[in-house]
């Protein structure tokens, strides 16, 4: 079975976990401070998609019918 992310990925993530951990990961264009844990990996992921790294497209939002 393929890796879903890419090593890539990872070491994006892994950084963004560092700066969430030192207290200096910012979020958004305020640049507010992450707060939590799973933001700061979605920010890391982000930011692997955009340089084009292997790694799944985020989940899509769902139709209430």
Do not use: C, D
């Not at 910012?26 to 292997?54: E, T, W």
């Amino acid at each position: 079975m393929p890796r879903k992310y890419g090593k890539g990925a990872q070491e994006e993530v892994k950084k963004e976990m560092h700066r969430y951990k030192e207290g200096t990961a910012r979020s958004g264009p305020a640049g507010k401070k992450v707060k939590n844990p799973k933001q700061a990996i979605a920010i890391g992921l982000s930011k692997a998609r955009k340089k084009g790294v292997k790694v799944p497209a985020p989940p899509k939002k769902r139709k209430k019918s």
